[in-house]
Each structure stands twice: as structure tokens, then as C-alpha cells.
């Protein structure tokens, strides 16, 4: 079975430019995470979805990032304008909806902002 | 702030050693989970422990999760080169929450 598919892979761009992170989650799957990974400050929750609906949007750090789930297979992370602080290993993880299932991620996308 | 602290942040060994990792928190969690990432990869579940005082075996890697569901520990026996990555623990408060609450990390390096 297929797993999470993000892509790109890597992205590397010049500052002031917009960046589109795509995630397809798991076939089924009820709720989908974005995450963003630094060495300083680990895995950090950006927002999740449930059946495609925003739920919790508090760890989005400001206006410049958005996520869109225009349907059950396809989510959308932007940074617009982008900064160099925001370069990071953006996770894309889907679990079902019942209590304790594990979430699963995607090998994630390597941003580079320059 | 950190709701999960792990430590040792990092750790190198030599094959066929012991270890222990923790993960402590102020805050009751109503289950935990533990994952493994390796370079490049996203993390991968390997395993939930939700009763307090729960004790689960997977192979050489014992989990332990705290009687007052706020902390926890993976011990791992005669390590292998093979179980060199992240280590992260992962925290759910419960209720109709889904969002994780992830660790620091613990990076494990195991010398051959």
C-alpha cells in the first residue's frame, strides 16, 4: 500500500518567494498533521484536519504560512512571502480517526530558503 | 516550552551495550507513543502504551509507561548497529484530541 507522498522531496528558494508543500495522505485515512522539523526546536505541530476540515491551526507561526484540504486526498502547505528562518523538514502524517492509531508520515520535504 | 523532555539528548555506544532513554513530563498524558526516525525518512510508530504502569515488549526494546501517565522509558537490550536513529516520544492528552505532542528527540548511535 501506498504510503503519505509528499512532495517536492527538496526545495531550495530565494527569500520573498512563495512555497507550496503538497501532501497525499493515506487512502481512508480521516486526519492529516503537517509538522515542521528543526534541530532546535523538534517536531512541531503546524495545524491538522479532520475529513478535511481545519481543526487546530495554533502552531501556524504567523499570517505568512496556510494549509488548504481542498478534498480527502490532497492538502497544501504555503509560506508566502518565505524567510530563511523557515527553513526546516516539513512532515505530512495521516492516521484514522479512532483513539490511539499511530500517524503516519511521509519522508518529508527539505526547504531551503536562501 | 517543552511539555516532553527526553533525555540523554544524544547517545553513542558500542554494539551489544544497554540503554535506557527517558521522556518526562508535568503534565498527564492519556496515552504515549514512541517512534523511531531515520535519516531522511519520517518517523515511524513502534509502539502505544495507554494504561499507567504499562510494560511492553517489542523484541530487545522494553517500554515502560509511568504510573502517574506522565512519564516514560525505552530500555533497549544488547543494541545493534541497526537500531541507530531518533528516538522520539510522542504524547496525547486524550479526550477528542488527536494532535501529538512530540519530544526533543534522543539521537542513538550504535557503534559496531
Not at chain 1, 501506498?2 to 501532501?23: D, F, K, N, W, Y
Not at chain 1, 522539523?37 to 475529513?51: A, S
Not at chain 2, 492528552?93 to 501529538?100: K, P, T
Amino acid at each position: 500500500d501506498a504510503g503519505v507522498i509528499q512532495s517536492p522531496r527538496h526545495e531550495v528558494t530565494e527569500m520573498g518567494q512563495e512555497v507550496t508543500l503538497r501532501c497525499k495522505p493515506i487512502s481512508g485515512h480521516d486526519y492529516l498533521f503537517w509538522y515542521r522539523q528543526t534541530m532546535m526546536r523538534g517536531l512541531e505541530l503546524l495545524i491538522y484536519f479532520n475529513n478535511n476540515v481545519p481543526i487546530d491551526d495554533s502552531g501556524m507561526p504567523e499570517d505568512r504560512f496556510s494549509a488548504k484540504m481542498p478534498n480527502a486526498s490532497f492538502s497544501t502547505l504555503k509560506i508566502q512571502p518565505s524567510e530563511p528562518r523557515d527553513s526546516a523538514v516539513y512532515f505530512c502524517a495521516s492516521s484514522l480517526r479512532f483513539f490511539n492509531q499511530p500517524q503516519h508520515f511521509g519522508d518529508g520535504t527539505r526547504l531551503s530558503i536562501l | 516550552t517543552q511539555l516532553l523532555e527526553q533525555s540523554p539528548q544524544f547517545l553513542s555506544i558500542q554494539e551489544g551495550e544497554n540503554l535506557t532513554v527517558y521522556c518526562n513530563s508535568s503534565s498527564v498524558f492519556s496515552s504515549l507513543q514512541w517512534y523511531r526516525q531515520e535519516p531522511g525518512e519520517g518517523p515511524v510508530l513502534l509502539v502505544t502504551v495507554v494504561t499507567g504502569g504499562e510494560v511492553k515488549k517489542l523484541k530487545r526494546l522494553t517500554f515502560q509507561f509511568g504510573d502517574a501517565r506522565k512519564d516514560s522509558s525505552l530500555h533497549i537490550t544488547a543494541a545493534q548497529p541497526g537500531d541507530t536513529g531518533l528516538y522520539l516520544c510522542a504524547g496525547n492528552i486524550g479526550g477528542s484530541a488527536r494532535q501529538l505532542t512530540f519530544g526533543s528527540g534522543t539521537q542513538l548511535t550504535v557503534l559496531p
